[in-house]
T-cell receptor, first 114, second 110 residues
Framework: DAGITQSPRHKVTETGTPVTLRCHQTENHRYMYWYRQDPGHGLRLIHYSYGVKDTDKGEVSDGYSVSRSKTEDFLLTLESATSSQTSVYFC?????????????FGPGTRLTVL | SQQGEEDPQALSIQEGENATMNCSYKTSINNLQWYRQNSGRGLVHLILIRSNEREKHSGRLRVTLDTSKKSSSLLITASRAADTASYFCATDASGSRLTFGEGTQLTVNP
């Protein structure tokens, strides 16, 4: 998985609790992305980062925040988890972020919110 | 709504047959990419075709792009059981942000 790890790989939590997912890369790529994957919706972009402390919203950012204090780490936080946030979350990286740049994906985190 | 939409949603074929998947998109693009996802895994990049290209090959993969129809197709020739996976097209109309379709689930029966 191109030097990308995600932790945890599986998590079950309760509605209203905060949750943080971590993406770690060893490729020194500038761009990092968080997606969620749900049946019938494919992959949808939550947030992305184009450098340390530089982030922007994606298509489905409500209820999520991100932080990137180091090149290698990109954190996704659900401040107060809801059942609608039950999903599989994927982190991806790319080197330049330009048109035509390939994205490399992590193994995913399966999150269940009860 | 998704920029890219794959068709069919599911495809089941026998080993050795060819598999064709289609992708349609809505807005002008710079490039179109195809990714594969094995069950329980992350996506893996297969091939990229630029907007000024009409056809591209990579091993058993053949991708076509028709910008006038805003559509692309992915052909896998001589399919194998190991090709069983979901296949996604992704467009980059928004620069660094890829927009993925919902995918085609391909099953290759031995």
């Amino acid at each position: 998985d191109a030097g990308i790890t995600q932790s945890p790989r599986h998590k079950v939590t309760e509605t209203g609790t905060p949750v943080t997912l971590r993406c770690h890369q060893t490729e020194n790529h500038r761009y990092m992305y968080w997606y969620r994957q749900d049946p019938g919706h494919g992959l949808r972009l939550i947030h992305y980062s184009y450098g340390v402390k530089d982030t922007d919203k994606g298509e489905v950012s409500d209820g999520y925040s991100v932080s990137r204090s180091k090149t290698e780490d990109f954190l996704l936080t659900l401040e107060s988890a809801t059942s609608s946030q039950t999903s599989v979350y994927f982190c991806a990286i790319s080197s330049s972020g330009g048109a035509g740049d390939t994205q490399y994906f992590g193994p995913g985190t399966r999150l269940t919110v009860l | 709504s998704q920029q890219g939409e794959e068709d069919p949603q599911a495809l089941s074929i026998q080993e050795g047959e060819n598999a064709t998947m289609n992708c349609s998109y809505k807005t002008s693009i710079n490039n179109l990419q195809w990714y594969r996802q094995n069950s329980g895994r992350g996506l893996v990049h297969l091939i990229l075709i630029r907007s000024n290209e009409r056809e591209k090959h990579s091993g058993r993969l053949r991708v076509t792009l028709d910008t006038s129809k805003k559509s692309s197709s992915l052909l896998i020739t001589a399919s194998r059981a190991a090709d069983t996976a979901s296949y996604f097209c992704a467009t980059d109309a928004s620069g660094s942000r890829l927009t993925f379709g919902e995918g085609t689930q391909l099953t290759v029966n031995p």
